[in-house]
T-cell receptor, first 116, second 113 residues
């Protein structure tokens, strides 16, 4: 499996501000995803980060609120814009296709975000 | 109806026993099925993948798949306290032209020493 890192690992932010989370993989991967996991709940897919094109967002998530970049096959960013306390959550990136393991997703360590 | 249903637990088993975790899913076109283990405060870790009906064994873990019944399970033999975690069932299907994994809410397993 791939080695996936996320920055920052945690942050405490004021409402109305924005935070950009970085996801770096140590090898090229076909797919990168961004998930949110709220306390005590399962994972919800925010969007699929597409290399060289706009991300594909799931129902309930919009580009203005969660802009995503994927400039190459090993890196992606998720920005949480104009934050409110309801955005407090763990944000996880995942990758698919690492090491030829098609279909299998591996997760980064996550970013714990608290919005005051 | 939830897309992926799991008993939230906690499921408590004594050390050395078999833990049985169950999952049903609603999307009939699901082709790939994954089990993730998530320790408290950590990210999910892939422990099993299964693609065909029947059983697949990997060490102490056995995944069972029955597509006709839309049912997938995970058995953990010789359960250890270190197996105490939340187990997420995750079927994958094509949706909107690409593969999408849907995660269940997870079953919390407690292995009692």
């Amino acid at each position: 499996s791939a080695v996936i890192s996320q920055k920052p690992s945690r942050d405490i932010c004021q409402r109305g501000t924005s935070l950009t989370i970085q996801c770096q993989v140590d090898s090229q991967v076909t797919m990168m995803f961004w998930y949110r996991q709220q306390p005590g709940q399962s994972l919800t897919l925010i969007a699929t980060a597409n290399q060289g094109s706009e991300a594909t967002y799931e129902s309930g998530f919009v580009i203005d609120k969660f802009p995503i970049s994927r400039p190459n096959l090993t890196f992606s960013t998720l920005t949480v814009s104009n934050m409110s306390p309801e955005d407090s959550s763990i944000y996880l990136c995942s990758v698919e296709g690492a090491g030829g393991r098609h279909n299998e997703q591996f997760f980064g360590p996550g970013t714990r975000l608290t919005v005051l | 109806q939830k897309e992926v249903e799991q008993n939230s637990g906690p499921l408590s088993v004594p050390e050395g026993a078999i833990a049985s975790l169950n999952c049903t899913y609603s999307d009939r076109v699901s082709q790939s099925f994954f089990w993730y283990r998530q320790y408290s405060g950590k990210s999910p870790e892939l422990i099993m993948s299964i693609y065909s009906n029947g059983d697949k064994e990997d060490g102490r873990f056995t995944a069972q798949l029955n597509k006709a019944s839309q049912y997938v399970s995970l058995l953990i033999r010789d359960s250890q306290p270190s197996d105490s975690a939340t187990y997420l069932c995750a079927p994958e299907a094509y949706s909107g032209g690409y593969q999408k994994v849907t995660f269940g809410t997870g079953t919390k397993l407690q292995v009692i020493p």
